[in-house]
């Protein structure tokens, strides 16, 4: 059974930089183009980036500026990095996994954790 | 950048009614479109990609059409359980962009 568990820090400061893990089991990091979404309290989601097993990535326009994926494949892990976070960034952080063809969609998630941004 | 729109916002329905929720995409995406359902406090979970395939595990009450820019989501008969926010969810082939659309809340009338 796939598994994925976000991990981190569930309270940063303004101006500092957010960072969180996403742990795989079940299967190999390499099975899914790994991705990042968040979703700001009563809000819709918001998909931040992708990083593929090979480490290219891509990130939304809007937060690329400030956004670092990066993957380690020996602990079947990938990391958000983003910095000069503000209030806005208060969200709920999901990691996701997209298998790509025929599904090119997230069909697996974790449960969330909840990162709020305060002084 | 394509730009996906969900109508209605809410749609007020009682269970055994039928739902019909709508996503419009601002350029043509093919078949590349994807339903998603999210209950409070949980992940979304997927319910239909490509356009009309139903994910695994998925009840046969859930069906999906459509391509290009016009899709449609349907609950044949609404359970209890189905009273949820609904998001469709786009992803460009390369580079990988992926765009939700903004979500159908389906409420109790």
């Known amino acids: 059974q796939v598994q994925l568990q976000e991990s981190g820090p569930g309270l940063v400061k303004p101006s500092e930089t957010l960072s969180l893990t996403c742990t795989i089991s079940g299967v190999s990091i390499s099975k899914y183009i790994c991705s990042w979404i968040r979703q700001s309290p009563g809000k819709g989601l918001e998909w931040i980036g992708y990083i593929y097993h090979t480490g290219s990535s891509s990130y939304n326009p809007s937060l690329k500026s400030r956004v670092t994926m990066s993957l380690d494949t020996s602990k079947n892990q990938f990391s958000l990095k983003m910095t000069s976070v503000s209030a806005a960034d208060t969200a709920v952080y999901y990691c996701?996994?997209?298998?790509?063809?025929?599904?090119?969609?997230?069909?697996?998630w974790g449960q969330g954790t909840m990162v709020t941004v305060s002084s | 950048e394509i730009v996906l729109t969900q109508s209605p916002a809410t749609l007020s329905l009682s269970p055994g009614e039928r739902a019909t929720l709508s996503c419009r995409a601002s350029q043509s995406v093919g078949s590349f479109l994807a339903w998603y359902q999210q209950k409070p406090g949980q992940s979304p979970k997927i319910l239909i990609y490509d356009a009309s395939n139903r994910a695994t595990g998925i009840p046969a009450r859930f069906s999906a059409s459509g391509s290009g820019t016009d899709f449609t989501l349907t609950i044949s008969s609404l359970e209890p359980e189905d009273f949820a926010v609904y998001y469709c969810?786009?992803?460009?082939?390369?580079?990988?962009?992926?765009?939700f659309g903004p979500g159908t809340k389906v409420d109790f009338k």
């Open positions: 969810l786009h992803r460009t082939n390369w580079p990988p962009v992926s765009t």
């Open positions: 996701a996994g997209d298998p790509g063809a025929p599904v090119n969609a997230f069909d697996v």
